[in-house]
């Protein structure tokens, strides 16, 4: 039983370490300006500190800025934030998509019980964010 558990660790943590590898390939993170849940541009601003999280972790964040002259849109990832929030827990987390519309990252999941929604959707943001720190990004120029 041991031998099992330890195998199950081993695997999950060399699927950790080659999804950061293929993340480490990637400089650019487009953010939109509105994600899905949301009803209004930047509502709550939680665009802005995304954008501003992925250029703390690593990345170049594209947010309300075009596509630099010469990048190809292959050479860049979609971010996206969702929201799984119950009746008394805000909880998002984040996802990177290819040029393929393949998910190659998903956060852990950030939970907040604050009651007003843009301090609790800060705070949940941020705790999801704790994955992408966990990458340590370093963009390899592949």
């Known amino acids: ?3 099992l558990i330890f195998a199950a660790v081993l695997l ?3 699927s950790f ?10 400089q650019y993170v487009r953010v939109p300006e509105k994600f899905d849940f949301l009803k209004e541009e930047n509502q709550y601003q939680l665009n802005a500190l995304t954008a501003f999280l992925f ?3 690593g990345f170049t964040a594209l947010y309300e800025e075009p596509l630099p002259e010469g990048l190809e849109t292959c050479d860049v990832l979609e971010a996206n934030v969702h929201n799984d929030s ?4 805000s909880k998002l987390y984040v996802t990177l998509k ?3 519309d393949e998910v190659v990252f998903t956060s852990k999941t950030g939970v907040s019980r604050e009651k007003d ?9 941020r ?5 992408v720190e966990a990458l340590q990004h370093d963009f390899t120029g592949e």
């Open 127 to 131: 705790k999801a964010f704790e994955s």
């Open 86 to 89: 119950g009746l008394f827990r």
């Open 17 to 26: 370490s080659v999804g950061g590898q293929e993340l480490n390939n990637y």
């Open 1 to 3: 039983m041991k031998k």
């Open 117 to 125: 929604y843009k301090v609790s959707y800060q705070e949940a943001l």
């Open 98 to 100: 290819n040029c393929n």
């Open 55 to 57: 250029e703390k972790f």
């Open 12 to 14: 999950l943590g060399f």
